[in-house]
């Protein structure tokens, strides 16, 4: 009786122990299962919150499109045609002889053809002689302030003739649609 009492114990007290050890492991295994049941809820919540952000951002910009069609359209009216650039020529010798200069003006003939989001250009030289502020003022005319062409001097060389005279040559583009 002695003999098979402490049998039942060391099998109870073994019974005990493994079942302890087999609890141990399954809930190990669960805390490793919901550590990374955690990670992909906190990855998903973030994907669906960037999704979420663009489409508000997609909601807003298809609001404001038909605005963006119609300052497109004003933009386009502010650059001429490539045809209309046939009128720069003049419109420089017009604004030269207001300022009293003398101007030999020629198209380098290299055009770059517009993009979707980029006008096109055509590169000029021209070669402009007066009077110092003459100059000065129908440059500042053709960058800025010029009605109907949109133009950039890109290369400006201003030389002295005498006190009173100057040259410059410049390179430059004028933009088109």
Do not use: C, H
């Amino acid at each position: 009786m002695a003999n098979n009492f402490r049998l039942n114990l060391l099998l109870s007290i073994g019974i005990i122990i493994v079942s302890f050890v087999l609890i141990g492991l399954v809930l190990y295994w669960f805390s490793g299962n919901i550590a990374a049941d955690t990670q992909e809820i906190i990855e998903n919540r973030a994907k669906i919150d960037k999704q979420t952000r663009s489409i508000a951002a997609l909601a807003e910009l298809k609001a404001v499109a038909s605005q963006a069609d119609a300052y497109r359209a004003k933009m386009q009216e502010l650059l001429p045609s490539k045809d209309e650039l046939l009128d720069f020529p003049r419109w420089l010798e017009d604004r030269s002889k207001t300022y009293q200069l003398s101007l030999r003006f020629t198209f380098e003939g290299t055009t770059i053809m517009p993009q979707p989001n980029e006008p096109g250009a055509v590169i000029f030289t021209m070669d402009v002689s007066g009077p110092y502020d003459n100059l000065r003022r129908f440059f500042k005319e053709l960058e800025m302030t010029s009605p109907r062409f949109l133009a950039s001097v890109d290369k400006l060389d201003a030389t002295s003739l005498d006190n009173i005279k100057y040259r410059a040559i410049a390179e430059g583009r004028v933009f088109f649609r």
